[in-house]
């Protein structure tokens, strides 16, 4: 194939293949600048825009916690409260979507949540355990539209 191609250009005139070459070397360029360099380009800025608004998401949250750890000094309440309307409550208030597990031993509660903001979810973990429930698990997995789904093990802490 080379060597048909060779042919061929041998057999055009000097001005011909003058302009075959700038055609060529056009098209190489255009072929540069936008198969190649514009979408490595974008990718590139994507990218950083992406981690940037991570950043970003991560100082949210851990500013949040340090509110919250701050602002949970007090003494805990000793009020005796069934821990599934504390929680299902709780959740309601807040807007989260909860799914609870049926096989949980007297005064714990296993939860699911399907989408919750993280800065959120923190916030309202805290608020319950300044109504004394702890925190036994939490597993996050990141979701859509930066959203976490949530898997916890709460119990009832000491009076």
Do not use: C, Y
């Amino acid at each position: 194939m080379i060597a048909a191609l060779r042919l061929w250009f041998a057999a055009l005139t000097q001005r011909e293949q003058w302009l075959v070459g700038i055609a060529g070397g056009l098209t190489a360029l255009v072929v540069a600048i936008f198969g190649i360099l514009l979408p490595t380009l974008s990718t590139i800025d994507q990218a950083r825009e992406d981690h940037d608004e991570a950043v970003q998401r991560r100082g949210r949250i851990v500013a949040t916690v340090d509110a919250a750890r701050k602002q949970h000094t007090g003494p805990r309440s000793a009020a005796s409260v069934d821990i599934d309307l504390l929680v299902t409550q709780g959740a309601a208030e807040k807007g989260f979507d909860l799914i609870k597990s049926a096989n949980s031993a007297p005064g714990q509660i296993s939860i699911r949540i399907d989408q919750a903001r993280a800065p959120a979810l923190i916030a309202w973990l805290t608020e319950l355990e300044a109504q004394n429930i702890e925190v036994r698990g939490v597993a996050l997995r990141t979701g859509a539209n930066g959203t976490v789904s949530v898997d916890a093990q709460l119990q009832m802490g000491a009076p």
